[in-house]
Each structure stands twice: as C-alpha cells, then as structure tokens.
C-alpha cells in the first residue's frame, strides 16, 4: 500500500516537472541566449532547476516547477492565468513574484532588485540565487558578444547586490555563488591582464 502511495505521488510529480519543462520548452522556442554561440534559451531555466535540486538540494516541486517557468512572464508570451491553468495558484504567485516588471525601465527593475531581494518568500529566494549564480557564470565565461569588460564587471556588481538581501535561505547555494562570484571575477582580471599584454606587445593596434 505504501509502495503503491510513493510511486503514484513520484508520477504526478514527475508528470508536472515535464509538463513544465515542455512548456518552457515551447514558450522559448525561439529565443537564443546572448553567449557567442547562441545557445537555446531553454538551457538557461533547466540549469536554473538542476543548481536548485543538485546544489541547493531543494526537493521543492513546487520551486522547481517555478524555475522552469520563471522567464516565461518576463519574455514570453506566457500570462499569469496560463500559468495557473496549467500548474495551479501557488506556482502562478511564485513565477510572479521572480518575474521584473517589464512595463518599468531596466535600471528601475534592476534597482528594484535590489530593494526587494530581502521580503522575498523563501522559494522565491532560493529560485533568485540559483539564477544569479547561473547569470554570474554565463557572464564571465559565455558572455554576450557585444558586453565590453566594463558592462561585465559590473554585472557581477550588481549581482552581489541582490544576493545579499537573499542570504540566509540556503547555506549550499549562498556558498557556490560566492565561490562562482570569484572564479568569474578571477576570469575577468585574467581576460584585462591579457589584453593589456596585447596592446603591450602589439602597440599597432592602439
């Protein structure tokens, strides 16, 4: 009877983690992801959950439901009530509460961040340290093809910013984007070294 009860209750979540990994899926068809090789977005949210449920040890269905979906207000033509017809209330209100405000300017969003990294719930805390930690990565060592150096250090900033009012939710993920913060900064200092050491030894170019 026990056994019948687990494997029924592994179903239907496994059931949802596709259904919302085939929605994002479809959401993002046609999006790519800035980096050089332009990567299909979808790469993006499915790391987003594996960092929540292999280093954050989140085993939250809900949260990582939520972290498959959590672009898809923001840059798709995804609505709140697709959300909640699909996957119910309580995901709908966590996607909503990771998701910026499109309708105000990006400095605006990004400074409400800031703001309001601290009164998050707890999933949604969780979800915003995964993407960062994500972000941070992607920034340093996949970056936008068209980011100067400058644009890129300040980035990682603004990052630090955030997490900050994140911390004390989860000691596994707070640690690896402090340690993904250092390997990325180290990364930007060795990619400044070595252009200096172009232009030094290569003073045409200037």
């Known amino acids: 009877m026990i056994k019948s009860i687990m494997e029924t209750v592994l179903k239907n979540d496994l059931t949802q983690f596709l259904k919302a990994l085939n929605f994002s899926a479809e959401k993002h068809r046609h999006q790519r992801r800035k980096d050089s090789s332009a990567s299909p977005y979808i790469n993006h949210p499915i790391e987003v959950a594996n960092v929540l449920w292999t280093i954050g040890e989140v085993c939250d269905e809900t949260a990582i439901i939520a972290a498959l979906l959590h672009d898809t207000l923001e840059d798709t033509d995804a609505t709140a009530e697709d959300i909640c017809s699909h996957f119910g209330e309580e995901v709908k209100a966590l996607v909503l509460e ?37 972000n941070v990565h992607d920034i340093a060592f996949a970056p936008p093809g068209n980011w100067p150096l400058q644009r890129r250090t300040e980035y990682l900033q603004w990052a630090q910013a955030v997490v900050h009012g994140l911390r004390g939710t989860n000691q596994q993920l707070e640690a690896y984007f402090d340690e993904t913060l250092i390997k990325a900064r180290q990364k930007l200092v060795d990619e400044q070294e070595s252009s200096m050491h172009y232009s030094a030894v290569n003073p045409s170019t200037l």
């Open 98 to 134: 990771v998701s910026d405000d499109k309708n105000l300017p990006k400095q605006e969003r990004k400074q409400n961040q800031i703001l309001h990294s601290s009164h998050l719930s707890q999933r949604a805390k969780q979800i915003k340290l995964a993407d960062k930690i994500c």
